[in-house]
């Protein structure tokens, strides 16, 4: 599955931005999917998984409370809404998908995904 990520931009703390991931190629309704953040100069951070039926969701800590993750399979798309962002927010945002025949289970770790969209850039000033 392709994905493509887009919605970020430039907001000032305490912001709210969108993140969608579209997903083409095929279903996304048989994969698991998750939201991953890079800062400069560090390495690649779970955000936030879904897993293939919604019905459950993993949160990093830093963000709980702030962030929710939704999907919707017919639509092929996933969301990330932010609210309430922080300077330390800022970060490349990837979309991920990994395939998974379990329909509740949520993945934290970036081996778990296989598709990887390019990436959109969120910059939280204080």
């Known amino acids: 599955v392709q994905l493509q990520a887009s919605g970020g931009g430039l907001v000032q703390a305490g912001g709210s931005l969108r993140l969608s991931c579209a997903a083409s190629g095929r279903t996304i309704g048989s994969y698991r999917m998750g939201w991953f953040r890079q800062a400069p100069g560090k390495e690649r951070e779970f955000v936030v998984g879904?897993?293939?039926?919604?019905?459950?969701?993993d949160y990093e800590d830093s963000v709980k409370g702030r962030f929710t993750i939704s999907r919707d399979n017919a639509k092929v798309t996933m969301y990330l809404e932010m609210n309430g962002l922080k300077p330390e927010d800022t970060a490349v945002y990837y979309c991920?998908?990994?395939?998974?025949?379990?329909?509740?289970?949520?993945?934290?770790?970036?081996?778990?995904?296989?598709?990887w969209g390019q990436g959109t850039l969120v910059t939280v000033s204080s």
């Open positions: 879904i897993s293939r039926n919604g019905g459950n969701t």
């Open positions: 991920a998908a990994g395939p998974d025949y379990r329909l509740g289970y949520v993945g934290r770790r970036t081996g778990e995904y296989n598709s």
